[in-house]
């Protein structure tokens, strides 16, 4: 069965500082996504960014990027110029690729503190 | 284009008694699942559901739990005889799927938080 570790319960950050939250999946699928998302206290689930394994190329979406190793089956998160409204539970997510149920796996989250 | 819309969003329910979470994906999707998110927990799957058919439940307690996705109306989560380790919140998810499509995104609601007492 897949699985996804989230190593770090908890990060802080400086605001306009650079934070990295870290992830590892492991998986004997060739085909999978993986996903970063953001869970504020309102509870919401909001995808950050999305990385499909066939890709080389690291995904990014304006503050947000990837860095994705696949020999390695890690995926962390960089967030640069952190803003408040970054603080929030942060989940990765591994699906595997098109076909069957497509559900998703979740870590046990990252919680971010952003500092003034 | 109204979102994936949950009801109750809180439900609080006496230990014996049954709770009933509804789900009305997005306009258009014929795909819901359901996960659980335990306190301090990431979400757990529990369940996915196309119209009128349970595609996996793998995820799903063996009992006390069901789920259905009739042809007209919500999809509903009944959780009978509820416990206090029932306490959670609970998510759905709707989806669009395409056989042609490479990758279908699954869009959230906002949850039901269940409390047992």
């Known amino acids: 069965a897949q699985t996804v570790t989230q190593s770090q319960p908890e990060m802080s950050v400086q605001e306009a500082e650079t934070v990295t939250l870290s992830c590892t999946y492991d998986?004997?699928?060739?085909?999978?996504?993986l996903f970063w998302y953001k869970q504020p206290p309102s509870r919401q689930m909001i995808l950050v960014i999305r990385?499909?394994?066939?890709?080389?190329q690291n995904a990014t979406e304006n503050r947000f990027s990837v860095n994705f190793q696949k020999a390695a089956k890690s995926f962390s998160l960089k967030i640069s110029d952190s803003q408040l409204g970054d603080a929030a539970m942060y989940f990765c997510a591994y699906r595997r690729g098109q076909g069957g149920s497509e559900k998703l796996v979740f870590g046990k989250g990252t919680k971010l503190t952003v500092n003034p | 284009n109204a979102g994936v819309m949950q009801n109750p969003r809180h439900l609080v329910r006496r230990r014996g008694q049954e709770a009933r979470l509804r789900c009305s994906p997005m306009?258009?999707?014929?795909?819901v699942y359901w996960y659980r998110q335990l306190p301090e927990e990431g979400l757990k799957f529990m369940v996915y559901l196309q119209k009128e058919n349970i595609i996996d439940e793998s995820g799903m307690p063996k009992e006390r739990f069901s789920a259905e996705f009739p042809k007209e109306g919500p999809s509903i989560l009944r959780i009978q005889q509820v416990v206090r380790g029932d306490s959670a919140a609970y998510f759905c998810a709707s989806a669009s799927i395409s056989g042609r499509a490479v990758y279908n995104e699954q869009f959230f609601g906002p949850g039901t938080r269940l409390t047992v007492l």
């Open positions: 306009k258009g999707h014929s795909h």
């Open positions: 990385q499909e394994a066939y890709k080389q």
């Open positions: 998986t004997s699928e060739s085909d999978y996504y």
